[in-house]
């Protein structure tokens, strides 16, 4: 077994003078090309830096002071998309707190353009276009419902389908075309437009207006009259499916926004001043000093000036027993006090504090991750190019074969107009958010939450496992797992009397102890020594129980059997605690927070199927060490800090590793937005569940096998949705380039090809 100790500092940010930064909320991105695309032209700028976040739709600016925030709006805006500056909170100057003044903050809250006042969303569009699409679409398919004049009716229902409620896509593809990218949203507009274009034309020049026409026909019947058809069906139904599938996917972004969120909603919102005033947290300042008292949140990074405290930092370090604060120890802001109080002199506030910076780790992460082209974009690049090269060979061939005369020209055009219209498969919309929808359903019965199709492509090449421990390798709470009681000392007695004491202090150590009886005794006199012992009065016997150091104060030395017990103990990674009463060492007590019981089994069976497993924690060797023999892990890094955790995660990838992290903590918030595949553990906290791609709802490790298999599984099948989507379609390609396209075929192949897509991804209930 290999134990790498990392370095417990953090390094500070470094900032170039004269610069400032600014987050520019961006509308209308919806691919990683537009992220590549916006990152580029705004990186033109003399001197600016952007990473631009395709979760969050907004990006992260560094740009000189010379440079006006117009000019960076302006660099968006020639890229295709509009962009605001989100409002943040500015830097007051450091100064004592007297005479503060209140700072406006947004909070660090992401928004969601699409919730801005007077923006429309995507789901009042599906809703909307679904509402019109219905009946148009039973109209087109069923002729026996074509009453006279039914062909008008269609037209004045698709109208606000197409152009409003498909604007997010034409809007995309209008960007990209400038770029000369193609995506999925190019191939939405040609083949909506084409069908809705080609059927205005029909009903305003052709013959398709008049009333009384309707469908009829065989699937292959010569089509002696092309402008009698119209494909106002096509166009609704792809408008209606697609803005299905992205109101699903932005249910994803929400999530992304939320995790940095959540680590901001971690700091503390008020905070009390050493002269006893109590002040909003937006108006401490650097310098100042603040008391944190018993079971409140240390308001900001800091150096304890005076007072003696345990302090719960397991959300930074990840350790599961509280570290013992004092005199010039430093404290981080949004950690716990268990016990004690302390005056604090703040070091770092606002944007400067661990927290922030947290933030700041989880954001850059997911844009990072927002690079990676989604599958049928990267389909679409190679399918659009070759649909509309083969609607310009049909028109040519056509006009060849016709002696380019004006029919053969109108024919070619028609035959042409026609392979772009069945070119854009309605299954394609619901290839994937319907397989999502199933699978993340049934992931839901089994206590997994599934975020998205980047979730989904993640778990499918992931070769590398790296667990956190507090909490995911083990229970997360503090259990007894050693007693000693010294020769001559009754066990049930040593625990009646130490489990009363116990019972009186809300450590987290003391809690565990105080759980070894159910027979409590009495306990007067109690006094808690912070980040020492406790004393009290049990039975008429003075009792004490703490760390070794106060036991040795007490009794003057301890016994050779409880200096060993306490050196075997603290060897695993175990917290000590030494007891007694009426002057003598009674027994030692062992406090660990013990592996999981599925730990070492799940372990197994991840190996097995070929992963590298490592166990990347905060706490200590020791703990490491022991946590991970009886997980049967064999590599472990120890004592690494939040960003020590982006870092391992960082070289693993650059290594050629595809990386999925378990955790359930802060510490581990950005380390899960940096892997490959986030898992967060179920009970884990919001920081770390909204960071992650896979949440889980149940204990253990062994959620954890399942979430990948269903999420491979899921994988297989939206591969499978894709592929009839587009076999489907393009079966008929021929038919439609032979001049033999009939709107009842087009028709026929979009509802088989919707209900393959369907009933595959309905396979997906009886995963297990």
Request: hydrophobic fraction near 50%.
């Amino acid at each position: 077994m290999t134990i790498a100790d990392r370095g417990r500092g953090h390094p500070a940010d470094s900032a170039e003078a004269p610069r400032a930064q600014a987050v520019l909320d961006i509308e209308g991105m919806t691919c990683a090309s537009c992220v590549a695309r916006v990152e580029k032209r705004l990186q033109r700028l003399d001197g600016v830096s952007a990473s631009v976040n395709l979760a969050t739709e907004s990006a992260r600016v560094e740009y000189p002071t010379a440079l006006a925030p117009e000019e960076l709006l302006a660099a968006v805006r020639e890229a295709g998309y509009d962009a605001h500056v989100r409002p943040s909170r500015s830097h007051a100057p450091e100064q004592p707190h007297e005479g503060h003044a209140p700072e406006q903050s947004d909070g660090g809250h992401v928004h969601d353009v699409e919730d801005r006042p007077g923006r429309t969303t995507l789901l009042t569009r599906l809703l909307v276009s679904a509402a019109l699409a219905i009946p148009v679409i039973a109209l087109g398919m069923v002729p026996a419902w074509q009453f006279p004049g039914w062909q008008w009716v269609s037209l004045a229902l698709t109208t606000p389908v197409v152009l409003w409620g498909g604007w997010p896509f034409h809007r995309a593809t209008f960007a990209n075309a400038r770029h000369g990218a193609m995506t999925m949203d190019t191939l939405i507009t040609l083949g909506t437009g084409a069908a809705f274009l080609w059927s205005v034309w029909a009903l305003l020049f052709g013959s398709a207006g008049r009333i009384g026409m309707t469908h009829e026909g065989g699937l292959f019947a010569p089509v002696h009259d092309p402008s009698s058809l119209v494909y106002f069906e096509v166009a609704a139904a792809v408008t209606v499916f697609l803005l299905l599938g992205r109101v699903i996917e932005q249910r994803s972004k929400r999530r992304a926004g939320a995790a940095v969120h959540a680590l901001l909603d971690l700091a503390a919102r008020d905070v009390e001043l050493e002269d006893g005033t109590r002040v909003g947290i937006e108006r401490l300042r650097v310098g100042d000093r603040f008391v944190v008292r018993p079971g409140e949140k240390v308001a900001t990074d800091g150096v304890v000036v005076a007072g003696d405290a345990s302090i719960d930092e397991s959300m930074i370090t990840g350790e599961s027993a509280p570290v013992e604060a004092s005199a010039g120890s430093t404290v981080t802001g949004g950690t716990l006090a268990s016990d004690g109080r302390l005056i604090v002199r703040a070091t770092s506030v606002g944007d400067d504090t661990r927290l922030a910076h947290l933030a700041r780790l989880v954001e850059h992460a997911q844009a990072e991750k927002s690079r990676v082209q989604r599958l049928a974009d990267r389909v679409s690049a190679v399918f659009v190019p070759v649909v509309v090269a083969l609607a310009a060979l049909t028109l040519v061939a056509w006009m060849v074969v016709g002696g380019f005369s004006g029919a053969s020209v109108v024919s070619g055009f028609t035959a042409a107009v026609a392979v772009l219209i069945i070119a854009c498969p309605c299954a394609l919309g619901l290839a994937t958010p319907v397989a999502i929808l199933v699978g993340t359903g049934r992931g839901a019965q089994l206590g997994i939450l599934i975020t998205g199709p980047d979730a989904l492509e993640a778990a499918e090449r992931i070769d590398t496992v790296v667990l956190d421990k507090t909490g995911t390798l083990t229970s997360g709470e503090m259990t007894v797992s050693d007693l000693t009681p010294l020769q001559g000392t009754d066990a049930a007695e040593f625990t009646r009397v130490i489990g009363s004491l116990e019972r009186a202090s809300e450590h987290p150590v003391a809690r565990a102890i105080s759980a070894l009886t159910a027979d409590h005794a009495p306990v007067t006199g109690f006094a808690g020594i912070a980040g020492r012992g406790v004393t009290g009065t049990v039975d008429g016997h003075d009792v004490f129980a703490g760390r070794p150091a106060f036991a040795v104060e007490i009794v003057g030395g301890l016994p050779e059997e409880a200096a060993a017990a306490v050196a075997s103990a603290e060897a695993s990674g175990a917290t000590t605690v030494v007891a007694g009463w009426d002057g003598a060492v009674r027994g030692v007590v062992a406090v660990s927070d013990l592996v999981r019981a599925d730990s070492a089994q799940t372990v197994a069976r991840l190996r097995s199927e070929g992963l590298r497993i490592i166990l990347l924690t905060g706490d200590n060797p020791g703990a490491a060490r022991a946590a991970a023999s009886a997980a049967g892990i064999d590599e472990v890094i120890a004592g690494v800090l939040p960003e020590a955790k982006v870092a391992e995660i960082a070289r693993l990838q650059a290594e050629g590793g595809r990386v999925a992290m378990v955790g359930d903590g802060v510490n581990d918030a950005a380390a899960l937005a940096t892997a490959d595949l986030g898992i967060a553990m179920g009970g884990g906290t919001d920081a770390a569940m909204h960071a992650s791609d896979i949440a889980l709802a149940g204990q253990g490790l062994t959620p954890v096998l399942t979430a990948l298999s269903l999420s491979r599984r899921t994988m297989r099948t939206i591969r499978g949705n894709l592929f009839w989507a587009f076999a489907y379609n393009v079966a008929a390609l021929p038919a439609a380039a032979l001049g033999l396209l009939n709107p009842m075929l087009a028709g026929a192949a979009m509802a088989f090809s919707s209900v393959f897509v369907v009933l595959n991804s309905l396979r997906l209930r009886s995963a297990r």
